[in-house]
């Protein structure tokens, strides 16, 4: 047993009678000399809550290498009474690892947005729809209308609101964004002030099998609720949007851009006609845990004992955490709903540093207690269809700016008229609407410009 120090203060000195050895960078050394006298460690315990991600991801493949597992010291918001007489252990997390700084966000905008006002959320049982619930709640909203096409996520997320918020007015619907019918009649009958748009097909290789499908709720659907909330007179529509609108390689990709493209046009149409509903779009990529992605599905390979599978070892993604992403979500909506100067404008989330998926593969390993290589396999399995090598947050036509609010960027992409998109959508749902995906996925390829082939034949190499 002994103390490591990552300044390199206090060496030779004791704490609480245990020696302070040496730093970090000399700890195969000082785990050698330990072992020499009969103490190989076993595991590697952080006291520090802050420390940069890059080193504690040098710490981690440190502790691999030297046959010791990773922990860390519960931070002070995690004691709960102080009535423990021991200290619990706690693993160290994926996100400590990306290392993204915490933004500081204006929770006053924030609450002026929501407060006192009834809310609808689409997709409220998703993992970002459920997020956008969980955090509007704590705004205190007049009321929260909750719409799901999900039965047992629609139940999960309102008996959730039910325990959490009992005195919260709130009405869970089941609906389709493909009813435009349905859609009207709960926005009649509701009234909201706000609706967060997150109900989606998001899963690139199962939109690019079904891209009639993916086209009707992606593209046609967010017509049909944006549509419907003009004509209920909602004061904000926020559509939640993906890196994958931007040149998109995939189907999914290109129906997103469509739906942002409506809203844009929409957005656009009214500001010289007095009040009217305001459309924001919110851009971002991919977040941790959330259904479909990859830090679920190598949790499950993890558990079988591997293979890690990885597309191709090239392969990046831009990642934040759920929680961080509905903040901003939410902070974009809010500079969105008041400033004119944003109409017709996509807020784009700063994503901060791509991640190659092929390093958070050995990192979960890592963060298991085991070996990359060697416990577990890693292996490539070549691109999906409609699956790029890389995201990008912006397209290189597009102008962006800073806004007064950190992490959060806004982009002026390529306009459309309202009306003719609107003439190609009637066609588009009527190739839908028959099922015919030959037809809806050459229409979606032909009214999205930056739709580009993907590119399956880019060099492989072991990871």
Do not use: W
Request: glycine share 8%; net charge negative; proline share 6%.
């Amino acid at each position: 047993t002994g103390l490591v120090s990552l300044t390199g203060t206090r060496i030779g000195r004791a704490i609480h009678g245990i020696e302070v050895l040496g730093t970090a960078a000399e700890l195969p050394q000082l785990a050698e000399h330990l072992a020499r006298r009969g103490m190989r460690p076993q595991r590697l315990i952080l006291t520090k809550d802050d420390l940069p991600a890059h080193e504690l991801r040098q710490l981690l493949e440190t502790a691999e290498q030297l046959g010791m597992t990773l922990a860390r010291l519960p931070r002070l918001t995690e004691f709960k009474d102080g009535a423990q007489d021991h200290i619990e252990l706690r693993p160290v997390a994926l996100e400590d690892l990306l290392g993204r700084p915490q933004t500081v966000l204006d929770r006053d905008a924030m609450g002026a947005l929501v407060r006192g006002k009834p809310v609808l959320v689409t997709g409220a049982g998703g993992s970002i729809g459920s997020e956008l619930v969980r955090q509007i709640a704590a705004l205190e909203p007049a009321r929260l209308v909750l719409l799901d096409n999900s039965e047992f996520n629609l139940y999960a997320i309102d008996l959730e609101m039910g325990e959490t918020y009992p005195s919260l007015p709130r009405t869970a619907l089941l609906a389709d964004m493909r009813e435009r019918a349905r859609l009207d009649a709960i926005l009649q009958a509701e009234k909201p002030s706000l609706v967060f748009h997150a109900a989606a097909l998001k899963h690139v290789p199962m939109v690019e099998a079904n891209p009639a499908e993916g086209a009707y709720t992606n593209a046609v659907g967010t017509r049909h609720l944006a549509d419907a909330c003009r004509q209920a007179g909602v004061e904000v529509m926020v559509t939640i949007s993906t890196d994958k609108a931007v040149n998109p390689t995939n189907i999914m990709g290109a129906t997103k851009r469509l739906a942002e493209s409506y809203c844009q046009a929409l957005d656009l149409a009214h500001r010289n006609n007095g009040p009217a509903t305001r459309f924001v779009t919110v851009r971002f990529g991919n977040v941790l845990g959330s259904t479909g992605s990859v830090v679920p599905l190598f949790q499950r390979q993890l558990a079988k004992g591997g293979p890690l599978t990885v597309t191709h070892p090239e392969v990046t993604r831009f990642f934040m955490t759920i929680r961080e992403a509905v903040e901003l979500i939410l902070m974009a909506s809010a500079l969105g709903a008041v400033h004119d100067s944003y109409r017709g404008r996509i807020f784009v989330l700063d994503m901060g540093e791509p991640v190659k998926i092929v390093d958070l593969a050995r990192q979960m390993i890592r963060l298991a207690g085991k070996r990359p290589g060697k416990d577990i396999e890693i292996r490539i399995t070549g691109l999906r269809p409609g699956e790029k090598l890389y995201e990008e947050v912006l397209h290189a036509a597009e102008p962006t700016l800073p806004t007064e609010q950190a992490g959060i960027l806004v982009a002026d992409p390529r306009h459309t008229d309202a009306q003719e998109l609107a003439l190609a959508l009637d066609r588009l749902e009527a190739f839908c609407a028959s099922a015919d995906d030959e037809r809806a996925r050459a229409l979606v390829i032909s009214l999205v410009p930056e739709y580009r082939e993907p590119d399956h034949h880019a060099k492989e190499t072991k990871p």
